[in-house]
């Protein structure tokens, strides 16, 4: 058994390389969120990309109002709340988890808002329109995927042709540096791509913390050109935050957003 180190969300964590089974991960992974997922890891939503991140700052969605939008990985619906209310047409929203996907529609009913939530794993065909979305974008869940080449194609097949595809996650570099005694230290092998669990409190998740260039060419593979990559943290943000991960978010980027669009 492979014990090793890695750092999830701001703190650094213990973890256990295990076999990439997609049917075990997908399971793992469901009854984290349908369990705990949101009180252990929290829920990150727009406007925010990320711990240091803001659409209102990078403006990469632009207006709209008349369009169809996707979000994978929905959580607790508060990203599409946000696009409802800057009066998206059609909200369309997709989750692995039945709880995450509940708690969107309760979300977004007592918001007088309404959209078409789908549970499924996002590498799944789940009966999505082709061609059909002017946007689809998804707030830290997109690193959650078992297939990143898979999943990117199915979203190019959601889009109409010169759609967005607009996504966040933590960032590789960040996954691998933790903050000790107002010093950065390399925990992890930045090129170490393998699955792995961890246990927090008593519940489990199961990632793999991809590089960037991974990201970036399985983009280029689905037929995506990127228009806009973001690393650099908001200082008013920053300046809003006295703690060790804003420190470090000082020195490195946490978080990564990228627009591409489908050629």
Same mark, same amino acid.
């Given at each position: 058994?492979?014990? +090793?180190?890695?750092?999830?969300?701001?703190? $650094?964590?213990?973890?256990?390389?295990?076999? *990439?089974?997609?049917?075990?991960?997908?399971?793992?992974?469901? =009854?984290? %969120?349908? /369990? /705990?997922?949101?009180?252990?890891?929290?829920?990150?939503?727009?406007?925010?990309?990320?711990?240091?991140?803001?659409?209102?700052? !990078?403006? =990469?969605?632009?207006?709209?109002?008349?369009?169809?939008?996707?979000?994978?990985?929905?959580?607790?619906?508060?990203?599409?709340?946000?696009?409802? $209310?800057?009066?998206?047409?059609?909200? #369309?929203? *997709?989750? =692995?988890? $039945?709880?995450?996907?509940? @708690? /969107? +529609?309760?979300?977004?009913?007592? !918001?007088? &808002?309404?959209?078409?939530?789908? !549970?499924?794993?996002? $590498?799944?065909?789940?009966?999505?329109?082709?061609?059909?979305?002017?946007?689809?974008?998804?707030?830290?869940?997109?690193? #959650?995927?078992?297939?990143?080449?898979?999943?990117?194609? +199915?979203?190019?097949?959601?889009?109409?042709?010169?759609?967005?595809?607009?996504?966040? %996650?933590?960032?590789?570099?960040? @996954? !691998?540096?933790?903050?000790?005694?107002?010093?950065?230290?390399?925990?992890?092998?930045?090129?170490?791509?393998? %699955?792995?669990?961890?246990?927090?409190?008593?519940?489990?998740?199961?990632?793999?913390?991809?590089? &960037?260039?991974?990201?970036?060419?399985?983009?280029?593979?689905?037929?995506?050109?990127?228009?806009?990559?973001?690393?650099?943290?908001?200082?008013?943000?920053?300046?809003? @935050?006295?703690?060790?991960?804003?420190?470090?978010? @000082?020195?490195?980027?946490?978080?990564?957003?990228?627009?591409?669009?489908?050629?």
């Amino acid at each position: 058994m492979d014990k +090793r180190t890695n750092v999830i969300g701001g703190g $650094e964590v213990g973890a256990i390389t295990v076999d *990439m089974d997609q049917h075990d991960i997908h399971k793992t992974n469901s =009854l984290f %969120w349908d /369990t /705990t997922g949101n009180d252990v890891l929290g829920a990150t939503s727009l406007p925010l990309y990320g711990a240091f991140v803001s659409e209102e700052k !990078c403006q =990469l969605f632009g207006d709209v109002s008349g369009k169809k939008l996707l979000e994978i990985g929905c959580g607790s619906g508060h990203s599409l709340q946000y696009q409802g $209310e800057r009066h998206a047409a059609e909200l #369309w929203g *997709m989750d =692995l988890s $039945e709880n995450q996907i509940e @708690k /969107t +529609r309760q979300h977004l009913t007592a !918001c007088g &808002l309404s959209a078409n939530l789908i !549970c499924s794993p996002m $590498e799944d065909e789940c009966g999505i329109p082709d061609n059909y979305f002017d946007f689809v974008y998804s707030v830290y869940a997109i690193g #959650w995927t078992t297939d990143l080449d898979g999943t990117f194609g +199915r979203i190019a097949s959601y889009l109409k042709k010169d759609g967005v595809f607009i996504f966040s %996650w933590s960032h590789p570099i960040h @996954k !691998c540096v933790a903050a000790e005694d107002n010093r950065l230290v390399f925990k992890k092998n930045y090129f170490d791509e393998s %699955w792995y669990s961890v246990s927090l409190g008593e519940s489990t998740l199961a990632l793999s913390d991809r590089k &960037l260039s991974t990201y970036v060419n399985a983009l280029y593979k689905a037929g995506f050109v990127i228009e806009q990559l973001i690393e650099e943290s908001d200082d008013d943000i920053m300046q809003l @935050k006295d703690s060790d991960f804003a420190k470090k978010a @000082k020195m490195l980027p946490v978080t990564f957003v990228i627009k591409a669009r489908k050629l």
